[in-house]
């Protein structure tokens, strides 16, 4: 790695805690059980937070994690952990794919289980689901993103203020995670690619079908 100028960037440690559990908010069911696949996209979604320091403070960040292909399909950034975050997150996602119903998985941080947060899952239909206290494994996803954000983005740059810091991590998702970042988990494809790749196939087989039938109608 020296004779190649290549270094090696270690995950930082989390002193700044994003999970903060209200014990009077009833929390979800656990839907998912560590189970983090589906069949189609707008199945099953995950969520969570992180943090990005920047020389004027904390930045945070919330995301919506379509399962099925991996892709971001809804972010916000605040400056201070409110409901409202992960409200605007979940409103983006539900704007920009319109699920039919879904199920929306996070932790039991407080703004997650928020009576806010939870009428505005009821009133667009999606069931809210939330692992267990403190385990990581229960919200693996999420977490896998906020990793590859961390050691390819947060770690190997500073920001002067909280707007350069917004500017690269929009650019880190749209030009680099949807459209390009390779999952194993979807044929070494990006989420992006994934998708087209299942739009066409199914634009396939809806034709082959249409076909037949008018076949079949001509043979009559």
């Known amino acids: 790695m020296r004779e190649a100028g290549i270094k090696g960037v270690s995950r930082r440690r989390n002193f700044v805690i994003t999970t903060h559990r209200n014990k009077c908010d009833r929390p979800a069911p656990d839907l998912v059980q560590r189970h983090f696949k589906a069949t189609s996209i707008n ?25 099925f292909s991996r892709k971001v399909v809804g972010w916000s950034f605040g400056e201070t952990m409110t409901a409202s975050l992960v409200i605007s997150a979940l409103n983006m996602a539900l704007i920009t794919r319109k699920p039919g119903k879904v199920i929306h998985h996070s932790d039991q941080g407080s703004q997650y289980t928020s009576v806010e947060f939870g009428k505005r899952c009821r009133e667009m239909g999606v069931r809210s689901s939330m692992g267990s206290v403190g385990d990581a494994y229960d919200n693996a996803m999420a977490e896998s993103f906020f990793a590859s954000l ?15 810091a917004r500017l ?52 009559q």
């Open 43 to 67: 199945q099953l979604w995950v969520a969570d937070m992180t943090y990005i320091p920047t020389w004027a403070g904390f930045l945070y960040l919330a995301v919506v994690i379509d399962v």
């Open 150 to 164: 961390e050691c390819e983005l947060i770690d190997r740059r500073s920001w002067k203020n909280k707007t350069e």
């Open 168 to 219: 690269a991590i929009f650019t880190w998702i749209e030009s680099w995670y949807n459209p390009t970042h390779r999952h194993s988990g979807v044929g070494y494809l990006s989420p992006n690619n994934f998708e087209r790749k299942l739009k066409k196939q199914n634009q396939i087989t809806i034709n082959y079908n249409s076909f037949t039938q008018v076949e079949i109608l001509s043979a």
